[in-house]
């Protein structure tokens, strides 16, 4: 659509279509903190999925609605949907017949996160919600009050009055967000600071993200970029102002002392160096893993970009209490067997959440539920390479049929070819069809000591299957 064309979002009410999605949640938490008129309806509301969440929003002045477009009263207000939402939803049959205008969640996101005083945007096609979530911690901390739009809980904001904490409405001058390549809609904003944490497969090819990255980073204010990812440094060259960060190449802005890094199960240590002044500040990160080493610098590297001290940024890093569903640990049972909820579904964040369960010992259990056909067609080699490199020979991966909540989509090719491409790179697969008997199955062989991953997107209900796996074990 032509974004000029459009009346300013805020002088209209909002009907979001998939209001309790990942993405559509916090946007419509923000509108409404505007002051903004927000309804909205979803497939999940009607089916009776994660009812608590909908029982908060409409305990919070959201309303709620079927999907039938009995919600879309008045040709005065804006659809939200994604590009994805097919014309045959009753909500935009309903709009094209009043004549709403229509919005994409990205296009709303943008117009609001483009007339902040200052704007920090976090893309990369791994770890943007994490370091989203660390960069607006820093800046709580810093006293600058900032409006956050994340993909995730922040469990830093929630509490019981919002446990669904993924945005975060301030009062100050700054906007953070995380911004999307999958569909190009990184293209929509208009950053102070514009964050690249990595470049690689995921929903488009490489060739693609170039070109979108590479225009992300062009247009931003300053840069921050990291130097470990040869994609991302590369694309640092058409930036004029880049603060630069890296856990292994030294020659960055922000980096760490090779030998202070210190990593166990709960979090690391390491002394991070501000090579601009030669300053090193000790950090300690409650988190584990060497991917959360690099979004801390990231977040770091952010702040500084900000005008907030290297030092105080590292600092406040301590208290930083991470994401739901970002290597969340559930809990660990009497006999020793840890669970852990995480979101990894593309190769890189797969593979960062493996390595870091593999630092330590003990035979990891990972259940991958896909979150799409498409996605699964589209990096599906990529995804069995990863299962068989990063586990080894007594570790296992179960894997479910895709994600549908109906639709077109093509529904060929599924988990099956996934399973027999990780036994032909060496690894040991199961494919079960439905997810509550892959549920019994990862029971039947759990044994003390064992590390339970539940990975996937687009699917709040993975939450309620992580806990359930728990409480049988316990």
């Known amino acids: 659509m032509d974004r000029d064309n459009v009346d300013a979002p805020d002088a209209h009410p909002l009907f979001f279509c998939g209001i309790g999605g990942s993405g559509m949640l916090p946007l419509a938490q923000i509108a409404h903190g505007l002051g903004i008129e927000v309804a909205g309806s979803d497939r999940s509301y009607d089916q009776g999925r994660t009812p608590e969440k909908f029982a908060w929003l409409a305990d919070n002045g959201f309303a709620l609605f079927p999907q039938d477009g009995s919600g879309i009263t008045s040709g005065k207000q804006i659809l939200i949907a994604s590009a994805a939402v097919e014309d045959t939803v009753p909500e935009v049959r309903r709009a094209k017949e009043l004549g709403c205008q229509r919005m994409s969640r990205a296009e709303l996101l943008s117009n609001l996160f483009n007339r902040a005083e200052h704007s920090v945007a976090v893309g990369g096609t791994s770890g943007k919600s994490t370091v989203t979530g660390m960069i607006a911690w820093i800046m709580a901390e810093a006293g600058r009050d900032p409006t956050v739009m994340n993909g995730a809980v922040m469990k830093n904001f929630a509490d019981g009055s919002n446990p669904f904490a993924s945005a975060r409405m301030g009062s100050g001058r ?24 990595n470049v690689s497969l995921d929903h488009k090819s490489i060739e693609e993200l170039r070109q979108l990255f590479g225009d992300y980073v062009a247009i931003s204010d300053r840069a921050v970029i990291n130097f470990d990812n040869e994609e991302a440094r590369f694309l640092a060259e058409r930036v004029k102002n880049v603060v630069s960060f890296a856990v292994h190449d030294q020659s960055a802005d922000i980096t760490v002392e090779p030998e202070s890094i210190e990593q166990d199960a709960l979090g690391i240590r390491a002394a991070v160096i501000d090579n601009r002044t030669r300053e090193v500040f000790p950090l300690i990160l409650p988190m584990p893993g060497m991917h959360n080493l690099s979004n801390a610098l990231a977040a770091i590297a952010a702040a500084s970009a900000s005008g907030i001290e290297v030092r105080s940024a590292v600092y406040v890093l301590k208290d930083f209490a991470g994401l739901a569903r970002r290597f969340d640990v559930v809990g660990t049972s009497a006999s020793g067997i840890t669970v852990i909820d995480d979101f990894g579904h593309n190769p890189e964040k797969c593979a960062a959440t493996l390595r870091t ?7 990891v259990i990972a259940f991958f539920q896909p979150h799409g056909y498409g996605p699964l067609k589209q990096m599906g080699h990529e995804l069995a390479e990863t299962f068989a490199k990063e586990l080894g020979a007594d ?22 070819r996934i399973i027999a491409m990780i036994e032909e790179h060496g690894g040991t697969a199961e494919h079960i069809p439905e997810r509550e008997a892959c549920g019994d199955r990862i029971i039947e062989i759990a044994s003390p000591g064992d590390r339970i991953v539940i990975m996937g997107a687009r699917d709040d209900t993975l939450s309620t299957f992580a806990r359930s796996i728990f409480e049988r074990l316990a």
């Open 174 to 197: 700054s906007f953070v967000s995380e911004v999307d390549e999958s569909d190009g809609s990184i293209a929509l904003y208009r950053p102070s600071v514009g964050v690249l944490l």
């Open 395 to 416: 570790d296992i991966t179960i894997m479910c049929d895709p994600v549908y909540f109906g639709g077109t989509v093509d529904r060929s090719e599924g988990t099956e």
């Open 357 to 363: 369960l593999k630092a330590t010992e003990g035979r």
